[in-house]
Every structure is written in C-alpha cells, then in structure tokens.
C-alpha cells in the first residue's frame, strides 16, 4: 500500500514543534530580558552575527544555484539571501547603540562556538537535499524568530534602545508570509520519507542546526562569564 504523502504546511509544522528549544537551551537571553546581560554581551551578539549574515548569505545563494532556475527551493533560497542583505543594512544602528566602533567591527575575532551554526549551514550548502534544507531551516527560523522578538522587547524595556537599534530583531521577529508560503513550496518539492531521503532528513538537519543556535547563544553567555571571573 502506498502511504499518502503529508502536506508540506504539516511536515513543517510537525518538525519545527519536534525541534522546538527548550526553556533552558539559551542562557543569554533570560539576562538579556532581566537587564543584567553586560553591553559587551550585546556588542558580541552583534559583532558575531556580521560574520554569520556574510557566511549564509554566500550560503543561501549558493543554495539558490544549485537548486535549478525557476524551481520552488531556488526562490526560497534566493529570498532568504536577500533577506540577509536587509538584516545587515539593519545590524549597524545595533552596533552603534552598543557601542561598538568601525575598528572594533573590524578588528574582533570570532569565536568558534558562535561560528558553529554558519559552518553547518555551509556545510549544507554543498551536502544538502534542498528541500531537506529548506525544511530545517524554516522549522529553526521559528526558534530563532521567537529569541529575536524577546530581544527586541528586552533591549527596549531594560536598556532603552531606540527602535532603529532594535531593527534588526524586528525584522526576524516580523512576519513573513511571503517567506512563509515559499518554505512551503520548497519542502513541498522533496518527499517525504522518514529513512533519510527528501524532506525526512531535514529533521536530522534541523536538530544540528538547532544545536549549533544554543552553542551560539551559550558561548556569548559563557564568554561574559569568563570576563566577569577575571
């Protein structure tokens, strides 16, 4: 008997629940929301996220390639990295606002922990099924979304940011429906399969990614707690 096919609105539904983090899975962010995250916390969030919007974006158009021209993954792909290049046009209003200068953006080094999360997403890049990918990456937006929204709100009500400061969390924390119904279309273009082909991977990949987002939160949390230590 052939098994009928699950709706795309429901496979990712299905996984972005599965993979959903939990209440302790980001130790920055209760800091951030209780106002005692130092300005050096928030300085890193934003000096590691120009290395990841340049890292995904190289990786979402790479994506964009190699899904085909004119295919559902590939419009997908094409729009999240014309959403990276708006996130960045956004970023620098948060850098002010932390203090941070051109020299200090341009002279910080990375840390690996952070880094680990556009690392796999290349590695994606170039492993990846696309509608495998896709599915991963729609199901971890929705973590992601959710982080940036209480961040926003915490960078307004415990440390009076302005709104263009917050900019850049707005604009991951708003809705996309756009976005939205072609996530649909490019899971919608794999199968599902739960022994590894198609979509049925994006699971295994979402996890990863899911991961390698609470290493990146945990390493700023960890690194200021070194500093204070010192």
């Known amino acids: ?17 599965e993979l959903a983090p939990g209440p302790h899975d980001n130790r920055l962010l209760p800091l951030v929301e209780a106002g005692t995250a130092p300005l050096s916390a928030l300085a890193g969030l934003a000096l590691e996220q120009r290395h990841i919007i340049a890292s995904d974006r190289r990786a979402f158009a790479f994506l964009a390639e190699r ?17 990276e290049t708006l996130a960045l046009g956004r970023l620098g209003a948060y850098e002010r606002a932390c203090g941070l200068t051109p020299e200090a953006v341009g ?17 994606l890049a170039l492993n990846g099924e696309p509608p495998s990918v896709a599915l991963a990456l729609t199901a971890n937006f929705a973590a992601w979304g959710g982080y940036c929204a209480r961040i926003g709100a915490a960078l ?15 604009f ?10 072609r996530a649909v279309a490019a899971v919608a273009a794999g199968s599902d399969d739960a022994h590894g082909e198609g979509v049925g991977s994006g699971a295994h990949y979402g996890r990863l990614l899911q ?11 960890d690194a200021d707690a070194d500093a204070d230590a010192d």
């Open 172 to 181: 991951f924390a708003g809705p996309a429906p756009e976005l939205e119904q």
């Open 211 to 221: 991961t390698y987002e609470s290493m990146f939160w945990n390493t700023l949390a």
């Open 67 to 83: 899904s085909g021209p004119g295919s559902a993954c590939a419009a997908f792909f094409g729009t999240l990295a014309e959403g």
């Open 107 to 123: 002279q910080y080094l990375p840390r690996a922990g952070c880094q680990a999360y556009p690392a796999y997403v290349s590695w």
């Open 156 to 170: 307004r009500t415990r440390y009076g940011f302005a709104d263009e400061a917050c900019g850049f969390f707005d």
């Open 1 to 17: 008997m052939t098994r009928q096919r699950r709706p795309a609105e429901e496979i990712i539904a299905a996984t972005a629940a």
